[in-house]
């Protein structure tokens, strides 16, 4: 957990490690995360937060919102999902025991090729590499708990979101399709703007070019 100063906002950074502590306390539930991330919020007396969160921790992040409504003000998705329907379920499950018997070389470049567009997968190898290895370095154990969290996970209650939400997704996206991000949003008000489509299915691809984040 990082905590910095940044245009006199406060930032709590919650990586995916944070994540697996609690998937391995509290048996790969969601919710486990959902507690932990709200006491740290308690604990560091923040009031109206801005949550941004990624594919998992967008679920993640709705759920917070969810439960926790008074807590959460703003809501900023890149690439969310829902919880996948039971073909989706068993896929999570397979990634997890393949995982746990390959490691994660074995499913990282079947990771990558599904996550990148086609134009950055030829033309963006740096950060195509540069994903991989970030993939490789994970622990083994706490990506396949967080692909167990996702086979076991439901969506949040939609109706207790008040959170002003801003949902980005990539054109080339295959699980979190502008579509599949437009249904999210419309599953409670809060939603503003619609979707913002940047053209390309991950978060570390570049926009237009280097140096036009």
Known sequence: MDEVQFQKQQVLALTSKTLWVCLLSFQNDLSSADNKTTAIIKHCDLKEIT?????LGCLVALTLAANHSSLVSKLVLFGPIKSPPQTGKDGAKARASATRIGGMAK???TVISNAFAANSLQSRTEIVGFAREMLCRQDPEGYALACESLANSRDPEWSAI??????????????????VCAAIGQNFDGCRGGVRDFGRSWALAYVGGPGSV
């Not at 949550?51 to 594919?55: D, K, L, N, P, R």
């Not at 008040?162 to 579509?179: C, F, L, N, Q, Y």
């Open 51 to 55: 949550v941004v969160g990624h594919s």
């Open 107 to 109: 499913i990282a470049d």
């Open 162 to 179: 008040k959170a002003k939400t801003t949902i980005v997704s990539g054109s080339e996206d295959r699980v979190a399709t502008p579509a």
